[in-house]
């Protein structure tokens, strides 16, 4: 038998965020779904810390990552539809910060 030990050094951050070059109607069906399934779409309701800037866009792309993070960065949980991408920069701002891992 042969073992082999592997040792993880810093796994690498992922955020789901939407796409920009999505049509305005397939990211809002998109939103809308996420923040039915489970995302925590508090922050971009109004008085919420990630209201501004309040556009389709940035609303979906918290609402993606909340989506993403509650099911455990799961690969297939940062589709919706085709409308979400994963990147590995942290798209927070300001007082608005997306979920993240450890």
């Known amino acids: 038998m042969i073992f082999v030990n592997v040792i993880i050094v810093g796994a690498i951050q992922t955020w789901c965020v939407a796409k920009k070059d ?3 109607q397939s990211l809002l069906n ?3 779904y996420a923040c039915r399934a489970g ?3 508090k922050p971009i309701q109004p ?4 209201y501004y800037p309040n556009t389709i866009q940035s609303h ?3 609402a993606f990552d909340s989506y993403y ?3 455990n960065q799961a690969y297939d949980s940062c589709d919706f539809g085709g409308t979400g991408l994963l990147i590995k920069t942290d798209p927070s701002y300001r007082g608005c910060r997306y ?4």
């Open 39 to 41: 995302a925590n779409c």
């Open 30 to 32: 998109a939103l809308n």
């Open 69 to 71: 993070h509650i099911n």
């Open 99 to 102: 979920p993240s891992t450890v």
């Open 60 to 62: 979906a792309s918290y």
């Open 22 to 24: 999505v049509d305005e």
């Open 47 to 50: 008085k919420g810390e990630c």
